[in-house]
Nanobody, 115 residues
Framework: QVQLVESGGGLVQPGGSLRLSCAASGRILSINFMGWYRQAPGKQRELVAGIRRGGSTDYSDSVKGRFTVSRDNAKNTVYLQMNSLKPEDTAVYYC?????????WGQGTQVTVSS
């Protein structure tokens, strides 16, 4: 089994920054994809940013230029640096990894952008 532990969410003012972390542990065989999804109230869960083992990345158009995804393969950890946060970034953020072809989800961490 694989466990994902997320941290770093919270309340921040518009224009502020937050950094999310997600550490994977347990039966780690080979992690290809690591990324972040988010779900706002009344909306579907959407991909925010993802990074593959080789370093290629994908970003939602809504966060390009503001968010940066990175990973530390030695620590099995993925990060999401979020800058210039906007109220519309408010959501529960979920870590997601692909380990040996199987997908795993974190428990979610709340990010609230409000003055």
């Amino acid at each position: 089994q694989v466990q994902l532990v997320e941290s770093g969410g919270g309340l921040v003012q518009p224009g502020g920054s937050l950094r999310l972390s997600c550490a994977a542990s347990g039966r780690i065989l080979s992690i290809n994809f690591m990324g972040w999804y988010r779900q706002a109230p009344g909306k579907q869960r959407e991909l925010v940013a993802g990074i593959r083992r080789g370093g290629s990345t994908d970003y939602s158009d809504s966060v390009k230029g503001r968010f940066t995804v990175s990973r530390d393969n030695a620590k099995n950890t993925v990060y999401l640096q979020m800058n210039s946060l906007k109220p519309e970034d408010t959501a529960v953020y979920y870590c997601n990894i692909e380990n040996w072809g199987l997908r795993y989800w974190g428990q979610g961490t709340q990010v609230t952008v409000s003055s």
